[in-house]
Each structure stands twice: as structure tokens, then as C-alpha cells.
């Protein structure tokens, strides 16, 4: 994991674009740990999160599903902005205008980051795109949120219309049916006849799903 080095700027002598700036880069730190928290949840599949962004407990004690490292690494960042936002605050800057531009730039909601790390460690900073979603949550669609990480990483919409669509054999443009030798290409349940199902992504390629995959995460949902 690379960090952005933040000068370190005398406190009277520092102006306000260069608060700013430091903020900036002290957020895209943050970003950084997104990968972190998506091996997590690979790793931990017991790990759920609810739509508010907070994580259960884990057996660290530090709440937030990480190792004791990153959990360390990651509190020293939001430190560093917590101090960081005091003394913008002290001056009485608007920065709303200036976290909006950023955002727009690199399409990702700072201004929500940032209120999320002040909040650390009882809310995860996780990164929301200018629509509101966690990222490390998002469908294979690109357009909503998955119910959590720990099942086919599909969202409500997707799973309800794949379903629908292999146990019907309809074509339909977001979707590619078809089965395969290779089990490479195969859910766990499938062999060569085995009819499969996964989202037409150009240039990508999502994994499959067969009926018991899909009806199985419809029933874990449910429960």
C-alpha cells in the first residue's frame, strides 16, 4: 500500500489552499485501504455489512475487520486528517465547494469519505462513488449495490432477472446463456451440459451461475 507524502507545513504559515490540498491527499490515503478491506472480506466470509457502513465486531477487537497492521496504518491516516479538519475548522473554511470539484474529478464522494473517517472506527470509511454506492459493494452491473460480499455479488435486480432468465431460455441483452466444457468457465454445480448464465459485459467476463447458484443465494437472502 503507497501513501501520498504530505509536506509537513509550519501551522501558522500554512495557507488555506494548502490545507486543502493536504486533505485531498490525505482522502485518496484513505482510498488506498479499499483494496485492503476488499481482501478482508474475501478472506473472512462471515463478514456482513449493513447499509449504513458499519461492520461487526471481529475477534481483533478493532471492529473494522482488519489486521492489526492496517488497523493501525488506517488510524494514523484518519489522525492525521481529524487534525487536519480541526485546524481548517478553526479558520472557519468552507470547503464543501472545494470537496465537491475534487469529487467530480476523481468520481468519488469525499465529502462522505470524509465524514466517515472523522466517525472511524465505529463507521468504516468505505468509498462511495457520486451516487452513493460503496464500490467495494457494487453488482457486476455497475449500477447498484450488492446485499453484502459474502454471496454471488449480485444485486436484488440482477439475481431476481438472471433467474428469470435461464429458467425461461429468453434472450435478453445483459445477460449470456450458455454452457461449456471447459470448468474454467463452470459454477461449482455445472458440468458441460450444464446451461450457465452471466451479465454481457464487453471486455469483461463475470463469473457464471447455474439455477442452484442462483436460487441458492436467492434462499440465503430470504433467511
Known sequence: MRFAKVPKRPTDHISNEELMHDLI?????????????????IHNGNVKANGNGNGSKNGNGNGNHL??????????????ITDLHLRITKR????????????RQVGIDLRRLLDDSLKFPNVVPYVHNLQGQRRLFLCYCGENEAHD?????????????AL??????????????????SPQVRCRHADFSTLLITLNKPGLW???WCEICLKQEKQRLSG
Do not use: M, R, W
Open 92 to 103: 472557519n473554511l468552507d470547503i464543501d465547494d472545494i470537496l465537491l470539484d475534487a469529487s
Open 67 to 80: 489486521s492489526e497492521n492496517d488497523f493501525a496504518s488506517l488510524s494514523a491516516v484518519v489522525q492525521k
Open 25 to 41: 491527499l490525505l482522502l485518496k490515503d484513505v482510498v488506498a485501504f479499499e483494496s485492503t478491506l476488499a481482501q478482508t472480506f
Open 149 to 161: 460480499s459474502s454471496g454471488l455479488g449480485l444485486c436484488h435486480q440482477c439475481l431476481e432477472a
Open 206 to 208: 463475470p463469473p457464471a
Open 164 to 181: 428469470e432468465c435461464l429458467l425461461e431460455k429468453k434472450k435478453d441483452n445483459k445477460f449470456i446463456l450458455y454452457s461449456s466444457y
